[in-house]
């Protein structure tokens, strides 16, 4: 019996699929031929996950059929955002830290990544940026994020890895799935910026938004993309905006500091000029 269906109609047509939830499983399948090659894009990074043994992973295959088994485990993303609700951030960057010590790991890492990288594919400049700080595999799952993530036993199992680059930085998983957990967890962005700092990936925001906006363009409809740009555009301008606000009060705190300082002197010399007259 299916409990639960939801059609991917926000993508493009060649990127849409169904998703069946049922009693023990989750199914995905095709909305029409125009997503099958994605369909069996999919299919290739279940099988490559699978020859992984230091992987555990629960989508498999069945009669042509994607699907993902039901396991009573502790999604990672829950349980971290209770870490951030209780104001534990060195636990939460511990286990950030845990979790991308995981992934970089157990998959293939790369040193040469000046070219042919996702950035390059998608047209991102890294001009003034080190990328030598960011740490770069083979097998880029971009879905390999804190929502995908079971635990148990300190243990991670993995699925609905649908999303596959190569060259791809591990910094910008992780990047993606602090990204949704600020969002779901209502984060101040004093706490989300002291995160991110922590995790030495703040000055990476701009290019990591720069190419998280590329790749959603690529994949969404001209529909979506409409209100995605829009949005981004939105977020870019209400944070620029921000910004002049902070330097325009920063610098009016300066002159203001400074008024008040001349209007001490000012009493300062007139006190003593008083005191003068009555010696």
Same mark, same amino acid.
């Given at each position: 019996?299916s /409990?639960? %269906?939801?059609?991917?109609?926000?993508?493009?047509?060649?990127?849409?699929?169904?998703?069946?939830?049922?009693d #023990?499983?989750v199914?995905?399948?095709?909305?029409?031929?125009?997503?099958?090659?994605?369909?069996?894009?999919? /299919?290739?990074?279940?099988?490559? !996950?699978?020859?992984?043994?230091?992987?555990?992973? !629960?989508?498999?295959?069945e009669?042509?059929?994607i699907?993902?088994?039901?396991e009573?485990?502790?999604?990672?993303?829950?349980?971290?955002?209770?870490? $951030?609700? #209780?104001?534990?951030?060195e636990?939460?960057?511990?286990?950030?830290? /845990?979790?991308?010590?995981?992934v970089?790991?157990?998959?293939?890492?790369?040193?040469?990544?000046?070219?042919?990288?996702?950035?390059?594919?998608?047209?991102v400049?890294?001009?003034?940026?080190?990328?030598?700080? $960011?740490?770069? %595999?083979?097998?880029?799952? !971009?879905?390999?994020?804190?929502?995908?993530?079971?635990?148990?036993?300190?243990k991670?199992?993995?699925?609905?890895?649908?999303?596959?680059?190569?060259?791809v930085?591990?910094?910008?998983?992780?990047?993606?799935?602090?990204?949704?957990?600020?969002?779901?967890?209502?984060?101040?962005?004093?706490?989300s910026?002291?995160?991110?700092?922590?995790?030495?990936?703040i +000055?990476?925001?701009?290019?990591?938004?720069?190419l998280?906006?590329?790749i959603?363009t690529?994949?969404?409809?001209?529909?979506a993309?409409?209100?995605?740009?829009?949005?981004?555009?939105?977020e870019?301008?209400?944070?620029?905006?921000?910004?002049?606000?902070?330097?325009?009060?920063?610098?009016?705190?300066? +002159?203001?500091?400074?008024? !008040?300082?001349r209007? #001490?002197? #000012?009493?300062?010399?007139?006190?003593?000029f008083?005191?003068?007259?009555? %010696?």
């Amino acid at each position: 019996n299916s /409990k639960f %269906i939801s059609f991917n109609n926000s993508r493009k047509k060649e990127y849409r699929l169904i998703t069946v939830i049922k009693d #023990k499983n989750v199914e995905k399948k095709c909305i029409s031929s125009y997503s099958e090659g994605h369909y069996e894009n999919f /299919k290739n990074n279940i099988k490559k !996950l699978s020859k992984n043994n230091n992987i555990k992973i !629960l989508d498999y295959i069945e009669d042509g059929v994607i699907k993902s088994k039901f396991e009573q485990f502790m999604p990672l993303d829950k349980f971290l955002i209770k870490l $951030l609700e #209780k104001n534990n951030i060195e636990e939460f960057i511990f286990q950030i830290l /845990k979790c991308k010590e995981f992934v970089f790991d157990n998959f293939e890492r790369i040193s040469n990544y000046q070219e042919n990288n996702i950035f390059s594919k998608y047209d991102v400049d890294l001009n003034g940026y080190d990328f030598n700080k $960011l740490h770069f %595999i083979k097998d880029g799952y !971009l879905d390999l994020t804190f929502q995908n993530i079971l635990i148990d036993n300190d243990k991670y199992y993995i699925f609905d890895q649908e999303w596959y680059e190569q060259n791809v930085p591990v910094e910008f998983i992780i990047y993606r799935g602090l990204k949704i957990i600020f969002s779901f967890a209502g984060i101040s962005k004093l706490v989300s910026e002291e995160v991110l700092e922590k995790l030495h990936l703040i +000055e990476y925001v701009n290019l990591f938004e720069e190419l998280e906006h590329k790749i959603q363009t690529t994949i969404n409809s001209d529909s979506a993309n409409k209100i995605y740009s829009y949005n981004y555009e939105i977020e870019n301008n209400a944070e620029f905006l921000l910004n002049k606000s902070i330097n325009q009060l920063i610098i009016r705190n300066k +002159e203001l500091e400074e008024e !008040l300082s001349r209007v #001490k002197q #000012k009493k300062g010399m007139a006190s003593f000029f008083k005191k003068g007259r009555g %010696i």
